[in-house]
């Protein structure tokens, strides 16, 4: 086997898998319009979405599939078992309830901000965000605390493989921009988001770090621009979530 063929995608496993992601995008499809959309032979995907059932994945309602509640199953598991999730929970908890806002813990997974877990305070307005959101790294408070505090290699490999998409017209698209507020970030400890993910939202996010300075994840404490704003914004929720990043990192660090 050549190096290239041993790198190569398994064409049949990408069918399979852009499968899931149409009815993940377009939940509830019949073989035909799944073909349709794929450009393949019916004929194929008909083996794909017979195979895909019989393991559980998909589920046949009438003429059309979608994904069954395996996924959640395995979201759930990588959750628990691979990210700071059960350290972090009970700070995103107590943030919530102190501030009556909305909080997400989020991580890093392959260049992108994934939401793992979020907390609804009394007042806590409702937006795009949900858990397993991947969205990039730069245009959200959490986001950018993270990519702040990885390494410069790291960050450039993210900025080459997803360049810098805007959001709202407040999304930061310039990568000389984009550098200098990582910078402030650095220096300061948190970031923040002030309308850069939507419109009328702002949100303060700091990162959680290993014991070499690193982010494994971050908080984030968001709600409407106009609650959030002034001191509030930019001293007393920072002071708030530099305090609770604090004892999560001490936690990580001895559990």
Do not use: C
């Not at 995608?9 to 898998?17: G, I, N």
């Not at 083996?47 to 046949?60: A, N, P, Y």
Request: proline share 4%; glycine share 8%; no cysteine.
């Amino acid at each position: 086997m050549t190096q290239d063929s041993a790198h190569r995608p398994v064409e049949t496993v990408d069918t399979a898998f852009d499968i899931i992601e149409l009815l993940k995008r377009d939940d509830g499809l019949g073989i035909t319009a799944i073909a349709d959309e794929l450009g393949l032979a019916k004929s194929t995907i008909h083996r794909h979405v017979k195979t895909l059932e019989s393991r559980g994945l998909l589920v046949r309602e009438d003429d059309s599939y979608r994904i069954s509640t395996w996924f959640l199953d395995y979201g759930v598991h990588v959750r628990n078992e691979h990210t700071p999730f059960s350290v972090i929970k009970p700070k995103v908890d107590e943030l919530a309830a102190e501030t009556d806002e909305k909080v997400w813990a989020v991580i890093e997974e392959h260049g992108m901000g994934v939401h793992i877990y979020g907390a609804q305070g009394r007042h806590s307005v409702k937006t795009h965000a949900r858990i397993g959101q991947r969205t990039p790294l730069h245009q959200f408070a959490a986001g950018k605390a993270i990519l702040a505090h990885l390494p410069d290699d790291r960050i450039d490999e993210i900025l080459d493989e997803y360049g810098l998409p805007g959001r709202t017209d407040q999304t930061i698209t310039d990568r000389d921009d984009l550098r200098d507020q990582l910078e402030t970030v650095r220096d300061r400890g948190y970031a923040f988001n002030r309308e850069e993910s939507v419109v009328g939202v702002h949100a303060v996010g700091a990162p959680v770090r290993d014991r070499s300075g690193i982010a494994v994840g971050a908080i984030s404490i968001a709600g409407p621009a106009n609650r959030l704003r002034g001191g509030l914004l930019t001293e007393e929720l920072p002071d708030l979530l530099l305090g609770a990043t604090n004892e999560v990192e001490i936690n990580l660090a001895h559990s």
